[in-house]
């Protein structure tokens, strides 16, 4: 291919953290907004029972058919990969009716006031996720043919329509907020499938004529048309016809063999990993552990705790799975592999999982000093007042450390499993997932909300163990040891170690008397902790400079 795998991973990851961030820091001002002037039920009701709706819904359908596509561009026809990611479609309809009956009629809700919104809104929510999938075809392709420009102005288009249908609606009317949350939903998740058809559309007919020379588009400039065609020679869609399923004879010429049990072996995996995933929302929504007040608040908490996960790794984690399934078979013993492949993967994989553990530590030891200051910025001194949210997100901190290092390691041993592995591990996941049900139960009752930390914390861990054992009995017969990036360096360790104390000591001398200088000493501490970091990784930061320095110097020459 034409396109730089590496390049284009690190750019979608970059893009993705942009995102997030402007994403969440919109969700964390609307609902700042929500819970003074609306109340915790209705954010409960939105953020823990609709959108844990979402997820089931969209990761049961919707993620073994995209891990298992994605890595199966060179090796099977696009009849058989387009053919296998529609078949998400009558699966998301046939997991909607069966979850929203389940939501409807098994979990509890305890609002009547609030029925016919939260109806409408499981059904809303049901329909953006159907209505999502028909264009997972096109995401897949887009993905695989790195358009990252287009998942930008995409996501760009979902958060701005979103937003103005929620907003519009609950400022006409703030008993409304249900009815918003579910219109923007359905509007945003529309807009970008039809938005998808009409650009590979376009793209499709106007690739064909500057092929034969005869393309000279009024609004695009030559360099820009360069950009959107060369390096595409590979790109064999020829008509919008060509993203629909087709039936090519039979069921075994329609549908490849191998493509399916891969698929299987995700989906089983993922009916546990997704378990794992949400299983304190799960434990919340079918036991009366916590109200609708209790379960917003927890969420509060937990979203301000996630932050890191959310705005970094999770972007990162998408990418990198992306970059090993092109670059690691999975068939096949890494000695028979290209070496080239092989030794650039690994960097990228100490790389990654050296940066992740650091940023996962930074969090933890800022987190320990400032989840107050955030919490009182946030929701206000009566929000504080009890002392559980800061108790909460202080515990977080703990578990985004264990996530940041798992992420990345369970994303390299997914994206490398043969299909016997990925079945061999789903029986374990299948133990990790009753555990971590179990824990988060009886945890929660022994500790309060506290215990839905620690046995994700348990959980997470013993996921990582499982992944660097996978990891280091795939590199036991060669001389890379891509685990050693899990270790950040003695330096910034006693770096970390004297700023968490003086950020400990700010806050308890600065916080009650100014806590913009308390902000302050935080934010001096940090810059020096970033320094530090720099320094002990000083040949991986010249690296990362000299790649997109030389990036930018490409394109101003192209151009």
Not at 99 to 127: D, M, R
Not at 477 to 492: A, I, M, Q, S
Request: charged residues 15%; glycine residues 4%.
């Amino acid at each position: 291919m034409g396109r730089n795998l590496l390049m284009s991973s690190l750019e979608n990851a970059s893009f993705n953290i942009i995102f997030q961030i402007l994403f969440r820091c919109i969700t964390f001002i609307i609902n700042a907004w929500v819970i003074r002037n609306v109340g915790h039920e209705v954010l409960g009701i939105m953020n823990v029972r609709l959108l844990l709706l979402e997820s089931t819904i969209l990761f049961l359908s919707r993620e073994p058919f995209n891990r298992a596509c994605l890595g199966q561009k060179d090796a099977l026809s696009w009849n058989h990969i387009i053919n296998q990611i529609w078949l998400a479609v009558p699966i998301s309809c046939i997991l909607s009716l069966l979850f929203v009956y389940i939501w409807l009629n098994i979990l509890p809700l305890g609002h009547p006031e609030h029925a016919f919104q939260y109806t409408f809104g499981c059904w809303s929510v049901a329909l953006s996720c159907v209505l999502e999938l028909t264009s997972a075809n096109m995401a897949l392709v887009a993905q695989l043919f790195c358009f990252i420009k287009l998942k930008v102005a995409l996501d760009t288009l979902h958060i701005f329509v979103r937003t103005i249908l929620f907003l519009s609606i609950i400022m006409y009317d703030r008993s409304l907020a249900l009815i918003a949350f579910s219109v923007a939903q359905v509007g945003s998740i529309g807009a970008i499938v039809v938005s998808y058809y009409i650009f590979f559309y376009w793209y499709i007919k106007n690739k064909s004529l500057y092929a034969k020379g005869a393309l000279k588009h009024k609004l695009l400039s030559d360099s820009m048309m360069h950009r959107l065609y060369d390096n595409m020679d590979d790109f064999q869609f020829t008509s919008i016809r060509e993203f629909f399923p087709k039936y090519l004879g039979s069921i075994n010429a329609t549908f490849n063999k191998k493509l399916n049990t891969l698929t299987i072996s995700f989906a089983k995996q993922g009916v546990v990993k997704q378990l794992l995933t949400e299983g304190e929302k799960y434990v919340m929504s079918v036991s009366p552990v916590m109200t609708f007040s209790e379960q917003a608040t927890y969420d509060v908490v937990n979203n301000l705790g996630s932050l890191a996960a959310r705005f970094i790794f999770r972007p990162i984690e998408d990418s990198s799975y992306f970059y090993f399934t092109q670059m690691v078979s999975r068939e096949l013993p890494l000695h028979k592999q290209d070496q080239h492949k092989v030794q650039e993967s690994c960097t990228v994989l100490s790389q990654v999982c050296k940066t992740v553990s650091s940023i996962g530590l930074i969090v933890l030891v800022f987190g320990q000093s400032y989840s107050k200051t955030l919490l009182l910025l946030y929701g206000g001194e009566a929000f504080v007042a009890s002392g559980l949210p800061v108790q909460l997100l202080r515990s977080h901190c703990l578990a985004i450390v264990l996530l940041a290092i798992n992420g990345v390691t369970e994303c390299y041993t997914f994206a490398t499993m043969t299909s016997a592995q990925l079945n061999s591990y789903n029986y374990l996941m299948v133990f990790f997932s009753i555990s971590f049900l179990l824990l988060s139960y009886v945890l929660t009752y022994i500790f309060g909300p506290v215990g839905f930390i620690i046995s994700n914390c348990i959980n997470m861990f013993a996921r990582i163990v499982h992944s660097i054992h996978f990891i280091s009995n795939k590199y036991k017969d060669t001389d890379h040891k891509p685990l050693e990036g899990l270790y950040v360096g003695n330096f910034f360790l006693l770096t970390l170690f004297v700023v968490g104390c003086v950020c400990k000591l700010s806050e308890n001398k600065l916080l009650n008397s100014s806590i913009i200088s308390h902000i302050f000493v935080g934010a001096v501490c940090l810059f020096l902790t970033l320094l530090a970091w720099g320094y002990e990784n000083k040949g991986l930061v010249i690296k990362m400079y000299k790649k997109i320095f030389s990036k930018d110097v490409m394109k101003v020459s192209k151009d």
